[in-house]
C-alpha cells in the first residue's frame, strides 16, 4: 500500500493558511503544534488535517512564493480528491477566497483551483465516475 501521508510547506502566516485548509476541509483540525529551529533560526510548525493525512505549515519564510504563471522550478500545485465539490466551492467562496482557475471540461470529473494566503495554489477535484478508464481519460 502506499499514500501520501502529509506536505510540508514554508510560509510566513500559519494562521491564514490553516484557516484557509480548514474552510476547505472542516472536518479538520490541528493535529499538532510546537516549535523548533531549523537551520539556526526559530519557527513554529502545526499539523492541519484528520488522523490519517495532514499538511504541515512552518512560519518564519523568507521572500516570496514562486510565481505560479512563470517556469520557475517549485511546486505547481496539491490536488485533493473530494466527494462533493459543491460544498467546498460554498464554504471557500462565502469565507471570501476567489477561484483562480474554474477546471476544464471533462465528462468525467470537475475540478477548480484556489490560491491561499500565502500563495499555494490548491487544487479540488471531484471524479464523476468509477472506472478508471474514465477518470481518468486524458483526450
Known amino acids: 500500500m502506499q499514500r501520501l501521508e502529509h506536505v510540508n510547506l514554508v510560509v510566513k502566516d500559519i494562521a491564514s493558511t490553516a484557516d484557509f485548509l480548514m474552510t476547505a476541509f472542516p472536518e479538520w483540525r490541528v493535529r499538532g503544534a510546537g516549535t523548533q529551529t531549523w537551520h539556526g533560526k526559530p519557527r513554529h510548525w502545526s499539523h492541519i488535517g484528520d488522523d490519517d493525512t495532514y499538511i504541515t505549515l512552518n512560519d518564519n519564510g523568507e521572500g516570496e512564493n514562486r510565481d505560479l504563471a512563470g517556469h520557475n522550478p517549485g511546486l505547481a500545485h496539491i490536488g485533493f480528491e473530494v466527494d462533493d465539490l459543491d460544498a467546498v466551492l460554498a464554504r471557500l467562496l462565502g469565507a471570501g477566497y476567489e477561484i483562480d482557475i474554474d477546471g476544464f471540461e471533462h ?33
Open 107 to 139: 465528462p468525467f470529473r470537475r475540478n477548480v483551483y484556489f490560491v491561499d494566503p500565502a500563495g499555494f495554489q490548491f487544487e479540488f477535484i471531484q471524479y464523476l465516475s468509477e472506472k478508471p478508464e474514465e477518470k481518468n481519460r486524458y483526450d
